[in-house]
């Protein structure tokens, strides 16, 4: 019922700059919390930055002052900036959205995309 799909990885040189963009799709009622996940090889699942419908964000350590995180409601969209990227940024990045449907418009389900690759090269 519901699609996250991501876009926007790619490999980049060690201090360039990558923009990745999901957007969400299908029976939506509301939207609340959308964010960013990633996973390096053979390291577990972890949260990179989150953003609530009405704004408040909040970051991973190793990210804060290179990335930022943002969307847009009305598009059901959600972006990340990421600057100064470094290798260790290295991992599948992965959209996440707590999302109530339209037959159900009061219970929130996690929904995922299916990743995409950032590649950071030294």
């Known amino acids: 019922q519901v699609q996250l799909v991501e876009s926007g990885g790619g490999l980049v040189q060690a201090g360039g700059s990558l923009r990745l963009t999901c957007v969400a799709s299908?029976?939506?009622?509301?939207?609340?919390?959308m964010g960013w996940y990633r996973q390096a090889p053979g390291k577990q699942r972890e949260l990179v930055a989150r953003i609530t419908s009405g704004g408040s964000t909040n970051y991973a350590d190793s990210v804060k002052g290179r990335f930022t995180i943002s969307r847009d409601n009305a598009k059901n969209t959600v972006y990340l900036q990421m600057n100064s990227l470094k290798p260790e940024d290295t991992a599948v990045y992965y959209c996440?959205?707590?999302?109530?449907?339209?037959?159900?418009?009061?219970?929130?389900?996690?929904?995922w995309g299916q990743g995409t690759q950032v590649t950071v090269s030294s």
């Open positions: 299908g029976s939506i009622f509301s939207i609340n919390v």
């Open positions: 996440n959205a707590f999302v109530a449907t339209m037959d159900r418009r009061y219970v929130y389900y996690d929904y």
